[in-house]
């Protein structure tokens, strides 16, 4: 059963770095496109960043643009995002997920069929 578990979320003060980590299992982990999406209170859920299924390509958000940085190792079958200069605009429940469907990058939540449970981060300021 395909399943991708999240872990390095938290509370951190803003300006700080933190990563987060996505292990998939049970599925082609290197068959698509996979992404961080994020859903922050009161608002509706967002792509954060993807990337390309040999991660030769990448898209983010304009937010997050210069500050985060998503990777993956097929080998490990783990997706991450290095996260730097936190704002507190950030906090919210980060989510991974996996396409099998789009080898190439893909950027609308409907394009992936596999979801994480979710990762909180907290940036106080």
């Known amino acids: 059963q395909a399943h991708l578990a999240e872990s390095g979320g938290g509370w951190v003060q803003a300006g700080n770095s933190l990563r987060l980590s996505c292990e998939g299992s049970?599925?082609?982990?290197?068959?698509?496109?996979m992404a961080w999406f994020r859903r922050a209170p009161g608002k509706e859920r967002e792509i954060v960043a993807a990337?390309?299924?040999?991660?030769?390509?990448?898209y983010y958000t304009d937010s997050v643009k210069g500050r985060f940085t998503i990777s993956r190792d097929n080998a490990k079958a783990t997706l991450d995002l290095q996260m730097d200069n936190l704002k507190p605009e950030d906090t919210a429940i980060y989510y991974c997920?996996?396409?099998?469907?789009?080898?190439?990058?893909?950027?609308?939540?409907?394009?992936?069929?596999?979801w994480g449970q979710g990762t909180q981060l907290v940036v106080s300021s």
């Open positions: 997920a996996a396409s099998t469907r789009f080898r190439l990058v893909a950027e609308r939540a409907g394009q992936y069929d596999i």
């Open positions: 049970g599925f082609t982990f290197s068959g698509g496109s």
């Open positions: 990337i390309k299924w040999n991660g030769a390509a990448t």
